[in-house]
């Protein structure tokens, strides 16, 4: 089982940047795929980002390629989302969520993953 929790989200103008960091507890950390999926109000949860167990991997969403960056350190049971060039659009609750699957596609699937953080809200003004 492992234990995540978020931070680094806030409000930022379009055109700005926002790094999200989510701690790990848990000792088998590097045996998850994890991913940052997102939740924007009235609308479903969506896939952002997910990065392999060993970081070798990475997966985007096709909205966020070349905006966004996610990496991973085991080492220290972290992941990072970088976000550049972040729009009114990217608003939402991101969480960082961990999955037992090691599939790209599943890696891009929501109801993959196993254990949620609590989010953090985005908030891109325009």
């Known amino acids: 089982q492992v234990q995540l929790v978020e931070s680094g989200g806030g409000l930022v103008q379009a055109g700005g940047s926002l790094r999200l960091s989510c701690a790990a507890s848990g000792r088998t950390f590097s045996s998850y795929f994890v991913g940052w999926i997102r939740q924007a109000p009235g609308k479903e949860h969506e896939f952002v980002a997910a990065?392999?167990?060993?970081?070798?991997?990475?997966y985007y969403a096709k909205f966020v390629k070349g905006r966004f960056t996610i990496s991973r350190d085991n080492a220290k049971n972290t992941v990072v989302l970088q976000m550049n060039s972040l729009k009114p659009e990217d608003t939402a609750v991101y969480y960082c969520?961990?999955?037992?699957?090691?599939?790209?596609?599943?890696?891009?699937?929501?109801?993959?993953?196993?254990?949620w953080g609590q989010g953090t809200q985005v908030t891109v003004s325009a």
């Open positions: 990065v392999s167990m060993g970081g070798e991997n990475t």
């Open positions: 969520a961990a999955s037992t699957e090691s599939s790209w596609l599943s890696a891009m699937t929501v109801s993959s993953y196993d254990y």
